[in-house]
């Protein structure tokens, strides 16, 4: 029974985990030029108006 419950522990602190780490990667992660591009034509005052 305590091997039982202590796999699921195990278990479910793992995927905890992995879905933890999965967010700090995308936190980390540099934002992509398609997405500054797209923020910097509805907001940017610099932008050349075409």
Do not use: K, Y
């Not at 278990?11 to 967010?23: K, N, Q, R, T």
């Amino acid at each position: 029974m305590l091997a039982r419950r202590f796999t699921i522990v195990c278990l479910l602190m793992s995927l905890f985990g992995m879905l933890f780490a999965v967010l700090v990667a995308e936190a980390g992660r540099p934002a992509r030029s398609w997405d500054v591009a797209i923020s910097c034509r509805l907001g940017c005052p610099n932008q050349l108006r075409h």
